[in-house]
Structures are given as structure tokens and as C-alpha cells.
T-cell receptor, first 116, second 116 residues
Framework: DAMVIQNPRYQVTQFGKPVTLSCSQT?????MYWYQQKSSQAPKLLFH?????FNNEADTPDNFQSRRPNTSFCFLDIRSPGLGDAAMYLC?????WGTGGENEQFFGPGTRLTVL | AQKITQTQPGMFVQEKEAVTLDCTYD???????LFWYKQPSSGEMIFLIY??????QNATEGRYSLNFQKARKSANLVISASQLGDSAMYFC?????????????FGTGTRLTVIP
């Protein structure tokens, strides 16, 4: 089945120790997104890629970076995780962008990050 | 600025009964899309239903229907014949053309519990 895969599902890191979360998709979608969802809150968009074009949300901290080496993979790098970065990180894809229903976002299962 | 409001932090419904989850939105953009997602405890966001701002009829997908009242800026989700597996968080989300991408703005969610 075509899907969005995130590894690992659970990640523990130490304060200040860089960590990388990965996302892959078999849907061949053009757009990939990273969201941060803190406990009991709505997901918040960090950035997205349209193909290789990177789009950062204005309020995304510089501590968060992303790479998309090819259509299938996208990585979220947290350079110096703080305690406040503990959250669920959701990767999503959409075929194109636009408000139409055909461009619904497909989400992966998420990676829950714990910072010690 | 765009805003999505879900005023019900938690809802309970008896199995096999119908339930309505409220969502109101605010935008000055005439073109937008409204989405409902389900998030079980496993964390994955599951797309349920979509309504475009220019759609004349309310969207339906199986047991899910969207009660779209454009003048009131509301997009309530109706789940008919509730099942135990419907227990989850439900997020209403909106995408806007003016952002130039399919950025989703999420509400704070409603936790639905289905009682046997």
C-alpha cells in the first residue's frame, strides 16, 4: 500500500544533542510537510517542500532544519533540542498544493520526541 | 487572519447514536478548503472529509457528513451510528489559496469518546 512512513516512532535525545527524524513516502507526491504537535495542542506547520523548493514558516525557529534529497525522503534536523521541543512530529504529503480536496494531506504515524 | 475554532474540548456519545462536532472558521479569503481529520491515540492523522468553499452541496463520506453553513462560517462534522472505534481526537482544518500552498490551519481539536 502507498503510504507515509516515519522512523523512528519514538526518539529519545539529550538536551542539546542533535537529532534527525526521517520521513519517506511511496505516494510520489510533490509536496512534503513537517508539523510539530505538542501535547493536547493542534499540529503546527514548521515547513514544507514543493519538490525541491523549501518553504519555511515565519515563526519556525532556526534550530529546526530540513532536507529533501529526493522525492521520496524528507528529514527533520533539530540542531540543539531543548526541553520545549519535546513533541510529536508529523510528516505529511500532498499530491499538489491548493485548496482542492484532491490535495488532501496524507500523514505518517508521527515520531514522538522526548528530550532529557 | 485566518482562524479555526473548535469549542468542544471533549464529547461523549452512546454507541450507535449520531454526534455533531462543531467547527467555526474565520477568513476573508473567498477560496478555501475545510478538512476534518481523526487522530487516534496512535498519533496518525486520518483524513475524513473535505468541503470546498464553492461547493454547493454538503460533503458526505460514508458515516461522515459535513454540515457546511457558509454564512455562519461553520463546518460541523456529523458522525452517524457511532462505533467504539470512533473514539479519538478530531481536528477541523482550513487551507487557503492566498498562502500559495496547501498549508493547513488546525483547530484545537475535540476528543470524542464513544460509550458502549
Amino acid at each position: 500500500d502507498a503510504m507515509v512512513i516515519q522512523n523512528p516512532r519514538y526518539q529519545v535525545t539529550q538536551f542539546g544533542k542533535p537529532v534527525t527524524l526521517s520521513c519517506s513516502q511511496t505516494l510520489n507526491h510533490n509536496v512534503m510537510y513537517w508539523y510539530q504537535q505538542k501535547s493536547s495542542q493542534a499540529p503546527k506547520l514548521l515547513f514544507h517542500y514543493y519538490d525541491k523548493d523549501f518553504n519555511n514558516e515565519a515563526d519556525t525557529p532556526d534550530n529546526f532544519q530540513s532536507r529533501r534529497p529526493n522525492t521520496s525522503f524528507c528529514f527533520l534536523d533539530i540542531r540543539s533540542p531543548g526541553l520545549g521541543d519535546a513533541a510529536m512530529y508529523l510528516c505529511a504529503t500532498s499530491r499538489e498544493w491548493g485548496t482542492g480536496g484532491e490535495n488532501e494531506q496524507f500523514f505518517g504515524p508521527g515520531t514522538r520526541l522526548t528530550v532529557l | 487572519a485566518q482562524k479555526i475554532t473548535q469549542t468542544q474540548p471533549g464529547m461523549f456519545v452512546q454507541e450507535k447514536e449520531a454526534v455533531t462536532l462543531d467547527c467555526t472558521y474565520d477568513t476573508s479569503d473567498p477560496s478555501y478548503g475545510l478538512f476534518w481529520y481523526k487522530q487516534p491515540s496512535s498519533g496518525e492523522m486520518i483524513f475524513l472529509i473535505y468541503q470546498g468553499s464553492y461547493d454547493q452541496q454538503n460533503a458526505t463520506e460514508g458515516r461522515y457528513s459535513l454540515n457546511f453553513q457558509k454564512a455562519r462560517k461553520s463546518a460541523n462534522l456529523v458522525i452517524s451510528a457511532s462505533q467504539l472505534g470512533d473514539s479519538a481526537m478530531y481536528f477541523c482544518a482550513m487551507s487557503l489559496d492566498q498562502t500559495g500552498a496547501n498549508n493547513l490551519f488546525f483547530g484545537t481539536g475535540t476528543r470524542l469518546t464513544v460509550i458502549p
